[in-house]
Nanobody
Framework: QVQLVESGGGLVQAGVTLRLSCVGS????????MGWFRQAPGKERDFVAG????????YYPNSAKDRFTISRDNAKNTVYLHMHSLKPEDTAVYYC????????????????WGQGTQVTVSS
């Protein structure tokens, strides 16, 4: 059983950069592909970034590839999401997840989820 704990969210102004962190425990961290999703009120959970177990491969949907960067440090069992030039429409709860396919945008392809961290971007 893998436990994931996100941190780094908060209330920020538009245009800034924010880094989210997710620490994993309870499993072999490097064996899991990791992903970040986000969910705004009343909307579906959307995929924003994925990274392979080794960290050598990443994947972004078109909506995120210009401003979001995912990375991981397997020595620290941590995955990061750097979000640049934040916009009010980036406001959402951001979830860290672990699974088998780093390029999958389907929530059902991921096995473990964190509790989420709220990001609110003011204009």
């Amino acid at each position: 059983q893998v436990q994931l704990v996100e941190s780094g969210g908060g209330l920020v102004q538009a245009g800034v950069t924010l880094r989210l962190s997710c620490v994993g425990s309870g499993g072999t961290f490097r064996s899991y592909a990791m992903g970040w999703f986000r969910q705004a009120p009343g909307k579906e959970r959307d995929f924003v970034a994925g990274i392979s177990g080794s960290g050598s491969s990443t994947y972004y949907p078109n909506s995120a590839k210009d401003r979001f960067t995912i990375s991981r440090d397997n020595a620290k069992n941590t995955v990061y999401l750097h979000m640049h030039s934040l916009k009010p429409e980036d406001t959402a709860v951001y979830y860290c997840t672990a699974g088998r396919y780093y390029s999958s945008g389907r929530p059902t392809d991921y096995d473990y989820w964190g509790q989420g961290t709220q990001v609110t971007v003011s204009s």
